[in-house]
């Protein structure tokens, strides 16, 4: 006699899912295998709003020191750029995980129409970067290195 095989439609999506792990886009899935793949490089994650007078840019920079932040514009690109230095390992440390990524990140964003890149400033506090592109009338290509504060 045949038996019957209850269909689990989040089976077959989760089978799916671990064939195209590792295509971009996808995450790979949490195997025993993937917690020992080296992580790839970070980026700061960020939040971009805008109001009547600026756009503002808000960048996750935590246990970045401010001297190891560059924040530059140029023909009408915005870069944030730096560094998350790795701890000193102590002999007597013993780590079981390390999760968090270090190195040098990069990231760029194109600078809408109407800001001045002279205008543009910057402050760091707390492990939060913000970033404040104020709106002009007129806006002239320049490369303008920005101090933050």
């Known amino acids: 006699m045949n038996s019957l095989t209850a269909w689990n439609p989040f089976k077959e999506l989760d089978d799916l899912r ?5 295509w971009p886009g996808n995450s790979p899935a949490r195997t025993d295998a993937a917690e020992t ?3 790839a490089q970070w980026a700061p ?6 109001n009547d007078k600026e756009f503002l ?8 020191k401010k001297e190891d932040v560059k924040v530059t514009v140029e023909k009408g690109v915005l870069t944030l750029s730096g560094e998350r230095k790795i701890e000193k390992e102590e002999k007597t440390t013993k780590f079981h995980r390390v999760e968090r990524a270090y190195g040098s990140f990069l990231r760029s964003f194109g600078l809408p129409e109407g ?13 939060l970067l913000l970033v404040r592109l104020p709106k002009s009338e007129k806006a002239k290509p320049q490369a303008v290195d920005i101090q933050v504060l």
Do not use: H
């Not at 671990?18 to 590792?22: M, P, S, Y």
């Not at 840019?57 to 970045?64: S, T």
């Open 45 to 50: 994650l960020v939040d971009i709003s805008e």
């Open 115 to 127: 800001i001045d890149p002279a205008k543009v400033g910057a402050e760091f506090k707390d492990g």
């Open 18 to 22: 671990k064939r195209l792990g590792g």
């Open 57 to 64: 840019i808000k960048a996750e920079l935590p246990e970045v």
């Open 37 to 39: 793949t080296p992580m």
